[in-house]
């Protein structure tokens, strides 16, 4: 089946400092790789959209700047939240599809700032 | 640009009672896709739900949802809310390509004994 995984699950960073991570597509070809931000108590937000071949699409409030995105083959993609502080917290998914008609999630990495 | 409300931030409700939780979207698309996912304490959205059919109900694991495209809404139902229903419910919506999701704020559902 199709499965898709983060890595790490969870970090911390000091406040200032970056850190990346890492999304991957298994048992499907992700043509396409959302990335999300679950703030504390709000909901999602798409921070950009990564498809092969295509410019990366970022949302607004979210810059390539601050969230540089790399999506180099159909199985693997990685965001970099660069000089992170207290209000880039949160859950970041990736989204990950193929030729299916819905969007499978990773777990997640849980960013803490301190 | 596309956006889903969902008015409920929270819902209490006895095991045993149905479920209604609210879901209305905005769309410039004619044929948007809107989704309920379900999220559990320290997991990530698990897909409840899906449907592009107007008018067309959609069933899974005891929930089911209805696309009226005519009131813009996909409101999430279940007959009779058991207690490990509790969870944050999501209602999505996408444009024709998949590519991306846009989530509404969420419900936390809470039911109790």
């Known amino acids: 089946g199709a499965l898709v995984y983060q890595y790490p699950r969870r970090t911390i960073c000091k406040s200032g400092t970056s850190m990346r991570m890492e999304c991957q597509a298994v048992?499907?070809?992700?043509?396409?790789v959302a990335w999300y931000r679950q703030s504390p108590q709000k909901t999602f937000e798409l921070i950009a959209l990564?498809?092969?071949?295509?410019?990366?699409?970022?949302e607004q409030n979210f810059t390539q700047e601050k969230f540089p995105i790399s999506h180099p083959n159909l199985s693997f993609s990685s965001m970099t939240v660069l000089n992170a502080y207290l209000e880039d917290r949160g859950l970041y998914l990736c989204?990950?599809?193929?030729?299916?008609?819905?969007?499978?999630f990773g777990p997640g990495t849980r960013l803490l700032v301190l | 640009g596309d956006s889903v409300t969902q008015t409920e931030g929270l819902v209490t409700l006895t095991e045993g009672l149905p479920v209604m939780l609210n879901c209305t979207y905005q769309?410039?698309?004619?044929?948007?896709?809107l989704f309920w996912y379900v999220q559990h304490l320290n997991e990530s959205p698990r897909l409840l739900l899906k449907?592009?059919?107007?008018?067309k109900r959609t069933e899974h694991q005891g929930f089911h949802a209805t696309l009226h495209k005519s009131s813009s809404s996909f409101h999430l139902q279940k007959s009779s809310a058991q207690l490990s229903d509790s969870a944050l419910y999501y209602c999505?919506?996408?444009?024709?390509?998949?590519?991306?999701?846009?989530f509404g704020s969420g419900t936390k559902l809470t039911v109790e004994p």
């Open positions: 989204g990950a599809r193929g030729g299916q008609d819905t969007q499978y």
């Open positions: 048992g499907f070809q992700a043509t396409s």
């Open positions: 990564s498809t092969v071949n295509s410019a990366i699409k970022y």
């Open positions: 769309t410039i698309y004619s044929n948007p896709f």
């Open positions: 449907s592009f059919t107007d008018n």
């Open positions: 999505a919506l996408s444009e024709f390509n998949y590519n991306v999701l846009y």
